[in-house]
């Protein structure tokens, strides 16, 4: 099983050259059950990767275009009074895929992108009383512009903690964006087949969780959210969520890569992505300064009893 | 290889070594002192990156070669003292232009560290002390650079500081219990160091001395003080004379030598006056101890350590090579008549080839057929200092052939010893015997203690009368008695008065506030030389008495365990948190073993690394030989650390840790093998 995911996850970086990091932590959030928020400059590659990743896993994918004027019925669907059965009927909206690209998210008014994080949180959308279960696996990928450009609803910290990532994709480097340019049709689309099922996706999630983390890992993770909240270089330590966030994430990590055991590498690799939209405030953008969880990851020795 | 390149380690340690060698420059050679500038130099050159060559070992050896050479050429002067301090601080040196790696870095430590301690063979007083212990704060500080490379000067001088002050009540507790035990070693004599008066005199030379405002002993008094005519304080008695200068004479050191045994000549059953003191002699290097008039030891402490001779003086049994403190009792009014056998009458006639002086052989007979009494004759002598025109002068013409016919005669101008000397032949002439003492007259006074300087320095005479005994005769008070009421100050013109140390505070006594300032650092070093350096076995006694009353050996001993105990518990305090702590099981402490050898190969784990992580780079940095032992040794301690607890042989792995671990030990000698092998 865990051999599909390398098969997957190949298949993917044919398509997203040059960045297979991303690739594996797009993964690991998938197969550790979160959801992903990808935030760059337009044309970086978000939209093909999702799609990538949807097509990889073989779950039905939707995309909904964020806008200022998206109004939460759009996503969500609407009942509508149907005549000959004298009743309401629901038509469910984009939101019920199992893949739902959320594109410039930040784009829309506040009230919907409130909705969106509502039903990922509870995977479940209520309306006029009545629940409507989402689809499973249910998997979001927002993508967002860099906060600083014009027309953004910046999300609050208290939404952005629903994201178990944020990544970046950023430039590909010149041997990458060479590969891409001179690629041929014929890989593109032979890069779109389905390596993992769904049912499968659903094991290997169920797997995810039943990765060992030791004793001495969970001592790290604590150690490390203890000192975000002690030390004073971070102004919004790391919650309780989060530390269950990384500990997730660090499974889906050491999964992706093979194992049953949680090494510290593991939570090191994920932790830029898990922890740093949760201690830097929303507002502000992920250029510049050095990095939190960097200063955090070198306040902790991993080894230390 | 340890570079010295911004190494702050190396350059405080540079720093202190510089500063601790010249601390030593009163024993310590020109040419060394110079070596030492120059491994210096070179060293801060390196740490300030003017220059980037150490310079090769081929030429290090040449040099140390050569200035072995030359070090052996000197070590037959210098004596045995010296010139191990010598080697000592030319082989640091020589070291601190090699300094390439831990040990080179650890044995220069030390050594400093040692030549501190040297420091102290040479001088204790309170500034002295505060420099060495400066300069022990900074060797620390050194290390503690050493070990923390990372941290900035400024906080691991505050770590330094606050570490110090820790230990400061522990060293304190220590001074004060300690059991103060002799030295078990002689302290090798250095010809060299000896201060102070001398066994030869030659008139003139306590002139020399009295250009000195060295501090020479203190004594501290119980009871009456003597008035400044009383304070005689004898040394050295001299006996043999040839015709220009005195010395000891080599019998009484014969007779001294066989009869030591037979300490305390003088009986002071009820012999009036008495004056009780305690002196605090500064280091001579000699065994002469100071004593008013005729003295015996107080207390059996100070009678283990000091012997009487036949002559009254007393002596130390070790040469003072620190601050040496003994209590005495002082019999003025005592007669010094208990005996006077034979040999002290041959010796105390003992007059130089009839040839020499021969003005004075004609004028003392002269004299002599006048005056047959010799009470009388003596005092005639005294009239004549005091009518014939002499003056007291530190700046005499220099009178070499027949000294005393130049100096009665022509002169007429002189020293205390020119006088004494004059004085004590001229008895011996008449038939009388005579000796030379010297020593110090004076003293300063301040509360209950006298301070004496070099410049009090001193000669007179002791000459034999049947009805009296041995009596003193200073022929100085004749001729300037306000030297001997006042001090030299007041007896020679100001101009004269240390003339050659013109910084000298004592030279600036009119100066109210100098002269202030220094009775305060008088009385600052006082206070040093009786508490800290004159703490001996019996204080400690009447400390431990002030606390526990009696001394029964089982209060001493419940003393010692007590406060033994009490130390005990404060480093135990101290590591309980660090033996509270889980202990580290196998395989952790494996793996830290490993990382320890990688560390011996400058290999170390940045402290947010993990051990995958670290191993990969382990494989960058070093040969196969090591990395791949290291790498199945992560392995396993990642499966221990990390891996569900399967039931997996725990004792197979250990074994097989172990195994690795031997195998990178290996390689890791193999490879410094290679190393040298390359560097030579």
């Not at chain 1, 004298?86 to 784009?107: C, K, T, W, Y």
């Not at chain 2, 130390?316 to 005495?328: C, D, G, I």
């Not at chain 2, 221990?640 to 250990?654: A, F, G, N, S, V």
Request: hydrophobic fraction near 45%.
């Amino acid at each position: 099983m865990q051999k599909k995911i390398g098969l997957a996850i190949d298949q993917i970086s044919k398509l997203v050259i040059g960045k297979k990091r991303q690739i594996k932590l797009a993964m690991s959030c998938l197969l550790a059950d979160g959801h992903l928020l990808i935030e760059d400059l337009p044309g970086m590659g978000k939209t093909t990767l999702s799609h990538a990743l949807a097509a990889a896993l073989g779950m039905d994918f939707s995309r909904i275009q964020f806008t200022s004027d998206l109004l939460p019925a759009d996503m969500l669907g609407l009942n509508i009074f149907n005549n000959n059965t004298h009743s309401f009927e629901f038509h469910p909206g984009p939101i019920f895929s199992q893949m739902v690209l959320a594109d410039e998210i930040n784009r829309a008014s506040p009230k919907t992108q409130s909705a969106l994080l509502e039903a990922m949180e509870e995977k479940q959308v209520s309306l006029d009383g009545n629940t409507h279960t989402l689809p499973s696996p249910f998997f979001v990928i927002g993508t967002q512009n860099p906060t600083h450009q014009s027309g953004t609803y910046p999300l609050p910290e208290s939404q952005l903690d629903r994201f178990l990532m944020r990544i970046q994709l950023g430039y590909p480097d010149w041997q990458a964006e060479k590969d891409m340019l001179m690629q041929d049709a014929e890989i593109q689309n032979s890069a779109f087949k389905t390596v993992i099922t769904t049912d499968e996706l659903i094991e290997l999630q169920n797997l995810v969780t039943k990765v060992h983390a030791s004793d001495a890992i969970v001592n790290y993770v604590l150690k490390l959210v203890t000192h975000s909240r002690e030390s004073e270089a971070f102004p919004n330590p790391l919650s309780p969520r989060a530390s269950k966030a990384l500990l997730s994430a660090a499974k889906g990590w050491a999964f992706v890569e093979g194992r049953d055991f949680v090494i510290p590498e593991d939570i090191q690799a994920v932790l830029p992505s898990v922890a740093e939209h949760r201690m830097r405030a929303s507002s502000s953008d992920l250029t510049g300064q050095a990095s939190l969880s960097d200063k955090l990851l070198e306040a902790i020795d991993p080894l230390a009893a | 290889m340890t570079s010295s390149i911004n190494n702050h380690s190396h350059f405080v340690l540079t720093l202190t070594f510089l500063l601790t060698s010249l601390t030593l420059y009163t024993s310590v050679m020109a040419w060394i002192i110079i070596l030492v500038i120059c491994a210096v130099t070179m060293r801060l050159a390196l740490y300030f990156q003017l220059h980037k060559h150490a310079p090769s070992i081929r030429t290090l050896n040449l040099l140390a070669l050569l200035s072995g050479i030359v070090l052996a050429y000197f070590s037959l002067q210098l004596g045995v003292l010296l010139g191990m301090l010598n080697l000592l601080v030319m082989a640091s040196a020589l070291k601190l232009m090699l300094l390439r790696n831990n040990r080179d870095y650890h044995q220069l430590v030390t050594t400093v560290g040692f030549l501190i301690g040297c420091g102290f063979i040479f001088q204790q007083g309170i500034v002295f002390s505060i420099i060495y212990l400066l300069l022990m704060v900074a060797l620390i500080l050194s290390l503690a650079l050493h070990y923390s490379p990372s941290k900035s000067l400024l906080q691991t001088s505050k770590d330094i500081s606050i570490m110090g002050l820790q230990a400061l009540p522990i060293a304190l507790l220590l001074f004060l219990v300690m059991p103060k035990f002799d030295p078990l070693w002689q302290m090798p004599a250095a010809k060299s160091t000896e201060t102070g008066l001398s066994e030869k005199i030659t008139p003139g030379d306590i002139a020399k001395l009295s250009q000195s405002s060295d501090l020479v002993f203190r004594a501290s008094f119980t009871g009456d003080i003597p008035q400044p005519q009383e304070r005689y304080w004898r040394a050295i008695v001299l006996e043999d004379f040839d015709g220009a200068s005195w010395q000891i004479s080599p019998q009484r050191m014969a007779i001294n030598n066989q009869y030591r045994q037979y300490s305390e000549e003088f009986d002071a059953s009820g012999e009036g006056r008495v004056f009780q003191y305690e002196v605090f002699a500064e280091p001579t290097h000699q065994n002469w101890l100071y004593a008013i008039d005729v003295a015996i030891p107080d207390g059996s402490y100070s009678n283990q350590r000091i012997w009487q001779n036949h002559d009254y003086q007393l002596i130390s049994q070790a040469p003072l090579v620190s601050t040496f403190q003994y209590k005495v009792k002082s019999y003025p009014s005592a007669n010094l008549n208990q005996s006077l056998y034979s040999l002290d009458k041959r010796i105390n006639l003992q007059l130089p080839p009839k040839t020499g002086n021969p003005k004075t052989q004609a004028w003392v007979d002269n004299l002599r057929s006048q005056h047959p009494d010799d009470v009388d004759f003596a005092q005639k002598i005294l009239e004549y200092f005091e009518n014939q025109g002499f003056s007291y002068t530190l700046k005499p013409p220099l009178m070499q052939d027949e000294p005393v016919d130049q100096f009665l005669f022509e002169a007429k101008q002189g020293f205390c010893s020119h006088y004494a000397s004059a004085m004590a032949y001229a008895l011996r002439l008449g038939g009388i015997p005579a000796r030379l003492v010297t020593g110090y007259q004076g003293g300063e006074l301040r509360s209950d203690y006298l301070s004496i300087y070099q410049y009090d320095a001193h000669a007179w005479v002791e000459a034999w009368f049947d009805e009296t005994g041995w009596q003193r005769i200073d022929p100085t008070a004749v001729v300037a008695p306000d030297r001997i009421q006042y001090g030299l100050q007041s007896a020679v013109e100001a101009e004269n008065f240390l003339y050659n140390s013109p910084f000298s505070l004592a030279r600036f006594n009119s100066v109210t506030w100098l002269n202030d300032l220094r009775l305060m650092l008088n009385s600052v070093d006082y206070a040093w030389t009786k508490w800290v350096l004159g703490f001996d076995q019996e204080q400690q006694k009447d400390l431990f008495k002030s606390f526990i009353g009696e001394l029964t050996p089982r209060k001493v001993a419940l003393f010692a365990f007590g406060v033994f105990a009490l130390i005990f518990t404060l480093i135990a305090l101290f590591y309980l948190p660090l033996w509270r702590k889980p202990k580290l099981d196998k395989s952790t402490s494996y793996y830290l073993k490993a990382q320890q050898i990688l560390g011996k190969l400058g290999i170390y784990r940045a402290d947010s690394k993990g051990p995958i992580d670290f191993s990969s780079q382990v494989a960058r940095a070093t040969d196969m030989s090591i990395s791949a032992p290291f790498e199945r040794l992560t392995k396993l301690y990642v499966i221990h650390m990390y891996r569900p607890d399967t039931p997996i042989e725990l004792r197979k792995h250990h074994a097989m840790m172990a195994k690795e671990l031997s195998k990178m030990k290996a390689a890791v000698k193999a490879l410094g093998k290679v190393e040298v092998l390359e560097q030579s």
